[in-house]
Each structure stands twice: as C-alpha cells, then as structure tokens.
C-alpha cells in the first residue's frame, strides 16, 4: 500500500571529471540514492550523443527523473533529445538533474547556491548537490533557443557566448586534465593576446525589468576555496529500443544496498525533522515536475548499465523523433521539436521596432540564463532558474587588461558591476541577435562550439522541469 519510491534515470560520462566520475558515483552517489530509497538504474554514456539518442527512444513513463552525472555537456544532450521528440511537449517537462562529475559545473553551482550552500568545487559540490536531489524539490528551467546561421536550431539552458569567454573554454579543450584549473590557465593565456571583435549586438529588452544590476550588492556566501574560473550579482531571496541491461556487481560499501530479499526492507527516509517523507516530498512523474566532457567508449570490464537493488525489472526503452510545429507567424524555424520562436523574425528579415541595436568593438558578450557560469563563477547573481529572462552582458574594446582581470576576479563572489567598469555592459531581454562583423571567431552554446555567424535567440520561460532541492532551508556552512 505503500507509494514506489521514485525510480531515477543515471546517464554518467565515466571519464568525466579527469576520470573520477565513476568512481565517485560508486563511492559517493549511488549509497547515497539507495539509502534516500531512491530506485535507480545507471547507463555509462559510450560516445558523444549518446545520452541525446537515448532519451529521444526513452519510454518516459517509467522513469520519475533523468539525473546526469557529469559536465554540463551531458545535460545538454539530453534537454535537446528530449525537445527532438513527437513528444516534446510532455517530454520536456521530465524533470531533470545534474550531479556534478565534469571540468564545466555552471548549473551545479546555481544549484548548490539556490539550495543554501557556500560556494565550492569538486567532490564537496557532488556531495551538496547529491543531498539536494535526495531531499526533493523542482523548480521550472527557462531554456534559451538558439538559431544559428544555417538555420539550425538548438536548445540551451546555460548560454550563449562570444569572444573571449568562448575563446578560452574551446582554446582550454587540451587541458581538460586540470579540471576547473583549465579556465584559469585559459583567463591568463587570453589575458596575454587580448583580442576585439566587431560586432552588431541587438536585443529586445524585457519591459519592467531593471536597465542594470544594483551596483552596490555583492554575494553574500564565503568566498569559494577554489581557483579562478569565468562570470555577473547577487540573489533574491512505446516501442523498445534494444538496450542491453545488467544487474550491478559493484562493491558498493553500504548494507542499504543489499538485495530485494533482505530481510531489511530499504526504508523511506526523512532527512530531518519537520520535513515531509522523501518520497512524498521528490517531484517525480506521479505528483501533478563551460563544456561539456567527452563521451568515451566505456573501459573494459565496466558495467554497461546498473540496476539499484530495489529496482526488480529494468524498464525498457523506444524510437525516434518528429518534427517541429508549423509557427503560427512565419514559417517553421527549424526540422526540431519546440515550441516556435514567436519573438523572433527570420534570421535575415530586419528587426521589429522595440528592438535596442549597437554596433561597437566588444571583447565579450555573454548571454546568460542560470547565475552561475562556472562552479564558482557568479555571473548573474541576482538570476533565477525561472525568471523568464536571458542576463546579456558584454564587455566594449578598450577596456585595459588590468580591468578586465579585475571583472573576472570580481565574479568570484558575483561583485564586478559594482566596479563601476564603463566597459562592462549589462540588460535583461527576452530575446536578442549577434551578428559577428570580424571574419573569425568563436561562438559556443553551453560550451559546445557551433557555427560561426549569425545568430539569435529567444527564451522560453518554464520550458523544462530541474531538480533543486528545497531554497536555501540548509543554510551556508559558518
């Protein structure tokens, strides 16, 4: 008569994290999932898009949640599986989660804040945000889509970037070995040959929306015991698919982990007092809610999917996707699913009037919806996962090295608008368009690096489901 516990989808990048993604799942998540009496099963992710395929067969019903544990590439493959769907209207409301296991952990660290934590890196924000999942609690994801020159589109919920941002996480792809460090190696190399860009930026600015952040606010969690990454300001309060399934052998070290016999029934836990039962509390399907890492073949001798004990027969899996409804305005944007970019013309029509457009020489622009763009990196702090807004920032030509560094300092604790940095260029909008006028460059959408050229975008508030945990009811570490 009980409720099931929720069951949990697991896609890991076993070599995310310099390759201690799947040791740390074994270690750390798993025990921790399996006594929160979460059901689960695990599936290592083999080759790049493999996640992306695997949700767009998935047969949602089964599953409450699809959890990844790896980069923010990860997720990324499968928000856009997900939306390639017939089925994308449902599907995307399949909530989501990220248990952070990558070198890029921008979505972790708004989480990690968003739940009360102080700001922090590696294995202590795996562990802060496997906490969070096992309490329970979703928020709605705004997602951002993104048509590029070609007329493709995509789907991102991190951002959108141009310049040096973009230079230094593709140009950092080689040293992915130092983890988060790589970003500091990148700031100080791309520090040393600053570069400008030509451009025309437009944007149609969200009405009642502040021009600029307060410039007084600054973050107010401890300072991250971390190195230097990138960042902006403080917070307010069917058919199958043919996937081959194992039971786990692994040794892992918790007795919570014991078979379906065992005379120990895994209990639904409360984690502390006053707060309702877990499984009650979990926004799974039966209540009424800087790069990515490399997808490599798995090592030999390793799982190819895990069951948790308490999971007696694994779900199966279906087949492929359709295509994107005509847009009532114009016509279809793109051969993926989505909802239709009502705010946006054709990439080569001329803008609508209520549009703001400059044409200058930008060092960086940033579109951004989380706040965080790294683990420890605060761009916007004052961002919400649900504000229905894109957070543009640019940085004009001119700016001195020595001030550049000072923002991206200042970004550690989300402080550099209150710099006063003439340079530096904020605005909240609803959708916006670049058009590149420098023959080279680099852009990339949520770290993935795609066609250069024109491109534009608009958000979709309240788009997809995330995981969180509960606000803040934890509280920073003193």
């Given at each position: 008569?009980?409720?099931?516990?929720?069951?949990?989808?697991?896609?890991?990048?076993?070599?995310?994290?310099?390759?201690?993604?799947?040791q740390?799942?074994?270690?750390?998540?798993?025990p921790?999932?399996?006594?929160?009496?979460l059901?689960?099963?695990l599936?290592?992710t083999?080759r790049?898009?493999?996640?992306?395929e695997?949700?767009q067969?998935l047969?949602?019903?089964?599953?409450?949640a699809?959890?990844?544990?790896?980069?923010?590439?990860?997720l990324?493959?499968?928000?856009?599986?997900l939306?390639?769907?017939?089925d994308?209207?449902?599907?995307?409301?399949?909530?989501?989660?990220?248990?952070p296991?990558?070198s890029?952990?921008?979505?972790?660290?708004?989480?990690?804040?968003h739940?009360?934590?102080?700001?922090?890196?590696?294995?202590?924000?795996?562990?802060n945000?496997?906490?969070?999942?096992c309490?329970?609690?979703?928020?709605?994801?705004?997602?951002?889509s993104?048509?590029?020159?070609?007329?493709s589109?995509?789907?991102?919920?991190?951002?959108?970037?141009?310049?040096?941002v973009?230079?230094?996480?593709?140009?950092?792809?080689?040293?992915?070995?130092?983890?988060?460090a790589?970003?500091?190696l990148?700031?100080?190399?791309g520090?040393?040959?600053?570069?400008?860009?030509r451009?025309?930026?437009?944007?149609?600015?969200?009405?009642?929306?502040p021009?600029?952040?307060k410039?007084?606010?600054t973050?107010?969690l401890?300072?991250?015991?971390s190195?230097?990454?990138?960042?902006?300001?403080?917070?307010?309060?069917?058919?199958?698919?043919?996937?081959h399934?194992?039971?786990?052998?692994?040794?892992?070290?918790?007795?919570v982990?014991?078979s379906?016999?065992?005379?120990?029934p895994?209990?639904?836990?409360?984690?502390?007092?006053?707060?309702?039962e877990?499984?009650?509390?979990?926004?799974?399907?039966?209540d009424?809610?800087?790069?990515?890492?490399?997808?490599?073949?798995s090592?030999p001798c390793?799982p190819?999917?895990?069951?948790s004990?308490i999971?007696?027969?694994?779900?199966?899996m279906?087949?492929?996707?359709?295509?994107?409804?005509?847009?009532?305005?114009?016509?279809?944007?793109?051969p993926s699913?989505?909802?239709?970019?009502?705010?946006?013309p054709?990439?080569?029509?001329?803008?609508?009037?209520?549009?703001?457009?400059?044409?200058?020489?930008f060092?960086?622009m940033?579109?951004?919806?989380?706040s965080?763009?790294?683990?420890?990196?605060?761009?916007v702090?004052?961002?919400?996962f649900d504000?229905?807004?894109?957070?543009?920032?640019w940085?004009?030509?001119g700016i001195?090295?020595?001030?550049?560094l000072?923002i991206?300092?200042?970004?550690d604790r989300?402080?550099?608008f209150?710099?006063?940095?003439?340079?530096l260029?904020?605005?909240?909008?609803?959708?916006f368009r670049?058009?590149?006028?420098?023959?080279?460059g680099?852009l990339?959408?949520?770290?993935?690096?795609?066609?250069y050229?024109?491109?534009?975008?608009?958000?979709?508030?309240?788009?997809g489901?995330?995981?969180t945990?509960?606000p803040?009811l934890?509280?920073?570490e003193p």
């Amino acid at each position: 008569m009980l409720p099931r516990p929720p069951r949990l989808l697991l896609l890991v990048n076993p070599f995310g994290g310099r390759g201690l993604a799947w040791q740390w799942c074994k270690s750390h998540v798993l025990p921790m999932i399996a006594e929160a009496g979460l059901s689960f099963n695990l599936i290592q992710t083999e080759r790049q898009n493999h996640a992306r395929e695997l949700v767009q067969g998935l047969s949602l019903s089964e599953w409450d949640a699809i959890i990844t544990l790896s980069g923010d590439g990860l997720l990324y493959e499968v928000l856009n599986g997900l939306l390639a769907r017939p089925d994308w209207k449902e599907a995307v409301k399949k909530p989501v989660g990220i248990l952070p296991c990558g070198s890029g952990n921008a979505l972790a660290g708004a989480v990690n804040q968003h739940g009360g934590f102080a700001s922090v890196i590696g294995l202590d924000l795996l562990l802060n945000c496997s906490l969070l999942l096992c309490r329970g609690g979703s928020r709605p994801l705004d997602l951002l889509s993104v048509t590029l020159a070609s007329g493709s589109r995509c789907f991102s919920f991190l951002s959108v970037a141009w310049g040096f941002v973009s230079d230094v996480d593709i140009q950092t792809e080689r040293f992915r070995a130092l983890g988060s460090a790589r970003f500091t190696l990148g700031t100080v190399l791309g520090l040393a040959t600053l570069h400008t860009y030509r451009g025309r930026l437009s944007y149609l600015p969200a009405t009642g929306e502040p021009a600029s952040p307060k410039p007084g606010s600054t973050h107010n969690l401890p300072r991250a015991k971390s190195e230097l990454t990138l960042t902006p300001e403080p917070a307010p309060p069917a058919t199958h698919s043919p996937l081959h399934r194992s039971v786990s052998d692994l040794p892992l070290p918790l007795p919570v982990l014991a078979s379906p016999g065992s005379p120990e029934p895994l209990p639904v836990l409360s984690l502390n007092s006053g707060c309702p039962e877990l499984a009650g509390d979990w926004g799974g399907a039966e209540d009424a809610p800087l790069s990515p890492d490399p997808l490599l073949p798995s090592p030999p001798c390793s799982p190819r999917a895990v069951l948790s004990p308490i999971t007696k027969n694994p779900p199966e899996m279906p087949a492929p996707p359709g295509h994107l409804p005509p847009c009532p305005d114009g016509p279809e944007i793109a051969p993926s699913g989505g909802p239709p970019d009502h705010l946006l013309p054709p990439l080569d029509a001329p803008l609508p009037t209520g549009w703001v457009t400059m044409e200058e020489d930008f060092v960086l622009m940033l579109a951004i919806l989380p706040s965080h763009l790294g683990a420890d990196l605060v761009a916007v702090p004052h961002a919400r996962f649900d504000d229905g807004l894109v957070h543009l920032c640019w940085v004009r030509g001119g700016i001195s090295r020595a001030n550049l560094l000072r923002i991206f300092l200042a970004m550690d604790r989300g402080s550099h608008f209150g710099l006063g940095c003439p340079q530096l260029g904020y605005a909240a909008v609803r959708a916006f368009r670049l058009e590149p006028l420098t023959p080279r460059g680099v852009l990339t959408v949520d770290g993935e690096m795609v066609e250069y050229g024109p491109v534009q975008a608009q958000v979709h508030p309240g788009l997809g489901t995330l995981l969180t945990g509960p606000p803040g009811l934890l509280g920073p570490e003193p």
